[in-house]
């Protein structure tokens, strides 16, 4: 029989190697052992006993000149294996292949998780400035316009709970003020579309509509992102903007269909 002690402490066991893993995803591409000991306030001893651990689990790798640790491709199957099983990246896939294609911008599909939002993929067209962006990294809901399109399913109440106040300033032009986010999801709900600007990063812009399962809840979000001077609110081409706004939102209609929506 399992007692509740040994339950406590596989279950802190499974949380430090996860902590691990996830110190060794925080930018840097090769860590030592006292680095992720201080990412994840472990002692340099357990540090060194979960890294091994890993290490013989394929889950990590050691460089062996440096002795620096990193990410194993071991991971690989099971990140793919999670983000191809997932519905809404199976019905985004195409779409926005076509999309990325036609247009020659980025286009991004993505999920909230918890205060953040995660992405499921990110194609790029050949227009598009170089991304960083990639399936599994996360942004702040309030600063993107596929944040703000996944927030129109929350009342303004549930919103200030999830996000906390103030909201992160990430460049001047970033939406730091809840009165503010809830005039701009308002101006969603009602055009079907959200617009970002230099929100998060500068230079950039964005243009953003939800996606529909068959419950007509919004369970995703995409995006077609470049420079600011073609998508942004300050855009210089406002008739090549409006052409884009109907492509991104016929992309997301698509998608929303392959889920069920009606």
Same mark, same amino acid.
């Given at each position: 029989?399992?007692?509740?002690?040994?339950?406590?402490?596989?279950?802190?066991?499974?949380?430090?190697?996860?902590?691990?893993?996830?110190?060794?995803?925080?930018?840097?591409?090769?860590?030592?052992?006292?680095?992720?000991?201080?990412?994840?306030?472990?002692?340099?001893?357990?540090?060194?006993?979960?890294?091994?651990?890993?290490?013989?689990?394929?889950?990590?790798?050691?460089?062996?000149?440096?002795?620096?640790?990193?990410?194993? @491709? =071991?991971?690989?199957? !099971? %990140? +793919?294996?999670?983000?191809?099983?997932?519905?809404?990246?199976? /019905? *985004?896939?195409?779409?926005?292949?076509?999309?990325?294609?036609?247009?020659?911008?980025?286009?991004?599909?993505?999920?909230?998780?918890?205060?953040?939002?995660?992405?499921?993929?990110?194609?790029?067209?050949?227009?598009?400035?170089?991304?960083?962006?990639?399936?599994?990294?996360?942004?702040?809901?309030?600063?993107?316009?596929?944040?703000?399109?996944?927030?129109?399913?929350?009342?303004?109440?549930?919103?200030?709970?999830?996000?906390?106040?103030?909201?992160?300033?990430?460049?001047?032009?970033?939406?730091?003020?809840?009165?503010?986010?809830?005039?701009?999801?308002?101006?969603?709900?009602?055009?079907?579309?959200?617009?970002?600007?230099?929100?998060?990063? @500068? =230079?950039?812009?964005? !243009? %953003? +509509?939800?996606?529909?399962?068959?419950?007509?809840?919004?369970? /995703? *979000?995409?995006?077609?992102?470049?420079?600011?001077?073609?998508?942004?609110?300050?855009?210089?081409?406002?008739?090549?903007?409006?052409?884009?706004?109907?492509?991104?939102?016929?992309?997301?209609?698509?998608?929303?269909?392959?889920?069920?929506?009606?």
């Amino acid at each position: 029989m399992v007692t509740r002690a040994t339950d406590v402490g596989t279950n802190q066991s499974v949380e430090r190697a996860v902590s691990v893993l996830r110190a060794l995803d925080s930018g840097r591409p090769e860590l030592r052992v006292s680095d992720v000991a201080e990412l994840t306030g472990l002692g340099s001893s357990t540090t060194s006993r979960l890294l091994s651990t890993l290490e013989r689990l394929d889950m990590v790798e050691r460089d062996p000149v440096s002795n620096l640790y990193r990410l194993s @491709l =071991g991971l690989l199957p !099971l %990140a +793919a294996t999670a983000t191809n099983r997932h519905p809404v990246h199976r /019905a *985004a896939r195409m779409v926005l292949q076509g999309l990325a294609t036609r247009t020659g911008l980025g286009a991004n599909v993505a999920v909230r998780r918890g205060s953040e939002l995660m992405f499921l993929g990110n194609f790029e067209g050949t227009r598009a400035p170089k991304s960083y962006t990639q399936a599994g990294h996360t942004a702040p809901l309030h600063a993107t316009s596929i944040g703000k399109c996944l927030l129109t399913g929350l009342t303004p109440k549930e919103r200030r709970k999830l996000l906390g106040d103030p909201l992160e300033a990430h460049t001047e032009y970033t939406t730091t003020s809840h009165d503010h986010l809830d005039t701009e999801i308002d101006t969603v709900r009602r055009t079907g579309y959200a617009v970002e600007a230099e929100e998060r990063a @500068l =230079g950039r812009a964005s !243009l %953003a +509509a939800p996606v529909r399962d068959a419950s007509g809840d919004i369970v /995703a *979000a995409i995006s077609l992102w470049g420079p600011t001077s073609v998508l942004g609110d300050r855009s210089d081409t406002e008739g090549q903007r409006l052409s884009l706004v109907r492509e991104v939102i016929e992309a997301a209609d698509a998608i929303s269909q392959a889920l069920g929506a009606l």
